[in-house]
């Protein structure tokens, strides 16, 4: 079977710029992406934060990252300036004016959000992150050529680079714990070791409706958005907030995966090649229909 | 007049001052090479996980691809439509492609985090046809093997007797002429002579094809970030855009590199060839002006245009100055017929147009909402960018100065074959 119409009208709307405009973003997905509906959530709920970055410790201990004992994460100063994660941290927590500027501040865990439509696996030329069926995107250093093309692709803007490893410098980014959980039947290190109980980790799907009960029943305490419920498709890490979340450090984002476009041309190019035969044809039938023109 | 004209060694000395420039330049670069591979990429570079990628993708290898574009059209143009009045562009285009996509790789070792893995894609164990890198990659392997491959009947007319090693090549005479006397090398050299002859006209098609492929895939590439790139630049159509642009900018590259050729070796420009060719010029501009202006104005994007931001200032320059100003001019037939008013076209589409398009969208027009300073190249990095194009130059120098890649000068004499 060769290309259908409805392959050929894609690349005509992906080709013509109107792809993005489709309305039914939900419909598409990935084929890199095959997921699980008991898939894997984590729900953190902002508004029970108080920055003690335990979690961040947590985090280097399970990874084996450059740490400090626990006593030095109590130190307030870091949240002086915005923080993004590196490749030696891969959650940061930073502090945000609380409602209306006024009262408590917001504490706010950045890590990578493990996508539903990851545009890293989307992007990564060897294949080297995918998208495991029950949730975390998880990375293989040993297929990475270095590229770094997932954190031009990230709309989170979460893998580090090891910029100072001149031998085997690898891109570093959270593993939602996936070796710790699945072998060891513990909690995410970040979630265990929280004193607060601000991330629940459970099916995304449990979680989604228990933060919507959440939110109806403290209507004053939260916005009515759940961060992650639906952005670029949909992420494992969910968000509750009492301030809107642009004020927070997140991303505006839409409901299209961002690899939509992309995909949608590239398999319309590559489905049986068809295109490329197409031009190499007609080129080929060119250079028989002009052989005499030599002056 | 022989219809196809010939085409000779350039006969000049081949150490000049400009080449030690180039020999002097090239040094600097290949110390912060050294640099980067004992010390990583932060030790010469200005990259951090806000802005991961820098010139060495915008200008080396964006740009390096975009500018190889004359290969592929004058191939296109000569070979499959048959205007044989364009031979003798032909093979300094094809050149130009062939070290440019050689040194696009080469920029591709420096950048790469862990360059020893640059073979990965061609194992099909690891391919991800998702990717437009993946696309690129395959594409861009493929088009370096047939640019190679178009390459061979130049280097078989050197060997058979149009070779030329001036000084301080001249020490390779001996062992050359050697080599030539034997009768198995001829052999070969006539086999593949007779096998090229034959099968050409696949690589020529497949060599057009691959270039439209990859030239557009490599728009694609920032569509997968449009919330990080400044609506100036970003469409879904972005990777029409780049294909587009590569058409329209492939005889511009010829005519700019034609009469700088003809300049740095004191011959006069192929006005006879180049003024026709640029006679299609303004339509493949105007092909990329409507779908830009259409696609700005579909958006809305145009909104944008008078921000007086660096990013839209920058769109201006790249747009009004290297678009529609050479757009407009190349319409009167006076410049087209001036050597001077041709030249300063080209140049401007080349470099304005072209070059800085890719810049944009690599690098000015790409915003990480977390970056607390604007990506600035490190003099490490732009060491190594010129480098990389004063190598290329050297190549294009040594390997014209060798082979039969130029056409030979007005009125003069062939030398005898030996």
């Known amino acids: ?295 | 007049m022989s219809h196809v004209e010939e085409a000779l060694p350039v006969e000049k000395p081949l150490l000049t001052p400009g080449v030690f420039l180039l020999l002097g330049l090239m040094a600097v670069g290949f110390g912060f090479a050294v640099y980067r591979y004992l010390y990583g990429l932060g030790a010469v570079t200005n990259l951090n996980n806000q802005y991961p990628w820098g010139i060495w993708i915008g200008i080396d290898v964006a740009s390096g691809v975009a500018l190889a574009a004359g290969g592929f059209t004058t191939s296109a143009l000569a070979h499959i439509f048959h205007r044989k009045h364009y031979h003798a562009i032909v093979r300094p285009a094809l050149l130009t492609a062939m070290l440019g996509y050689t040194f696009v790789g080469m920029s591709l070792l420096v950048d790469l985090g862990k360059y020893y893995n640059i073979w990965h894609p061609i194992l099909p164990s690891m391919w991800q046809g998702n990717s437009a890198l993946f696309e690129v990659a395959m594409c861009v392997m493929a088009y370096l093997t047939v640019l190679y491959l178009e390459f061979v009947p130049i280097l078989i007319e050197g060997l058979k007797g149009k070779l030329n090693l001036p000084a301080p090549l001249s020490v390779l005479r001996g062992p050359v002429e050697s080599l030539l006397q034997q009768g198995w090398f001829r052999k070969i050299v006539d086999l593949a002579d007779r096998f090229f002859g034959k099968i050409m006209f696949l690589f020529i098609i497949a060599g057009v094809v691959l270039s439209c492929m990859h030239q557009s895939s490599l728009g694609a590439l920032m569509v997968i970030a449009p919330y990080k790139m400044h609506p100036l630049w970003y469409t879904p159509a972005l990777t029409l855009m780049f294909l587009l642009s590569a058409i329209a900018v492939g005889y511009p590259m010829v005519v700019f590199e034609s009469m700088w050729a003809a300049r740095a070796f004191g011959r006069k420009p192929e006005m006879e060839v180049l003024g026709p060719l640029a006679k299609l010029i303004p339509f493949f501009i105007g092909l990329y002006i409507v779908a830009k202006v259409s696609d700005l104005v579909i958006r809305g994007a145009y909104v944008h245009l008078f921000d007086g931001t660096f990013q839209s200032n920058m769109f201006l320059v790249e747009f009004g100055l290297g678009v529609l100003l050479p757009f407009f001019l190349l319409l009167s037939e006076r410049v087209r017929r001036s050597p001077k008013g041709l030249f300063i076209c080209a140049a401007l589409y080349v470099i304005l147009g072209v070059l800085l398009n890719r810049v944009n969208v690599f690098l000015v027009a790409y915003k990480p909402m977390y970056a607390t300073r604007p990506y600035v190249p490190a003099i490490g990095e732009i060491a190594i960018t010129v480098a990389m194009i004063s190598a290329l130059i050297l190549c294009y120098r040594v390997i014209v100065s060798v082979l039969p890649v130029l056409p030979a000068p007005e009125g003069d004499e062939a030398p005898q074959g030996g």
């Not at chain 1, 009262?103 to 890590?111: A, F, I, L, T």
């Not at chain 1, 228990?210 to 890490?237: L, S």
């Open chain 1, 1 to 295: 079977m060769g290309i259908n119409r409805r392959d050929l009208f894609k690349l005509a709307l992906a080709g013509g710029g109107a792809a993005v405009l489709d309305p039914s973003p939900n419909v598409w997905s990935s084929t890199a992406a095959p997921l699980d509906p008991d898939r894997w959530g984590m729900l953190v709920d902002t508004t029970r934060c108080i920055g003690c970055r335990n979690c961040e410790w947590a985090c280097k201990e399970q990874n084996q990252l450059p740490s400090a004992p626990l006593a030095q994460f109590s130190d307030a100063a870091v949240f002086e300036s915005l923080r993004r994660p590196d490749p030696t941290s891969y959650t940061v927590v930073n502090r945000f004016a609380g409602p209306d500027g006024a009262g408590r501040p917001v504490y706010v865990k950045v890590q990578c959000m493990h996508c539903d439509h990851p545009a890293c696996v989307s992007v990564c030329l060897v294949g080297a992150f995918h998208k495991e069926a029950i949730g975390p995107v998880e990375y293989d250093a040993w297929k990475c050529m270095g590229c770094r093309y997932c954190m031009v692709a990230c709309p989170f803007q979460i893998p580090a680079y090891e910029y100072a490893n001149a031998f085997n410098p690898v891109v570093r980014k959270c593993t939602f714990c996936f070796e710790r959980v699945t072998r060891e039947g513990k909690l995410p290190a970040c979630a265990h070791i929280c004193p607060e109980e601000v991330m629940t980790f459970g099916r995304r799907s449990d979680l989604l409706k228990a933060a919507r009960e959440r939110i109806a029943r403290h209507p004053k305490k939260y916005i009515p958005h759940i961060y992650g419920e639906h952005e670029i498709g949909g992420t494992a890490w969910l968000y509750l907030a009492s301030v809107p979340f642009e004020q927070l450090g997140f991303p505006v984002l839409g409901h299209t995966p961002v690899n939509k476009v992309n995909e949608t041309v590239q398999h319309a190019i590559f489905k049986h090649f068809v295109p490329p035969i197409a031009l190499y044809s007609f080129l080929g039938a060119m250079m028989w229909i002009h052989r005499d023109q030599d002056e």
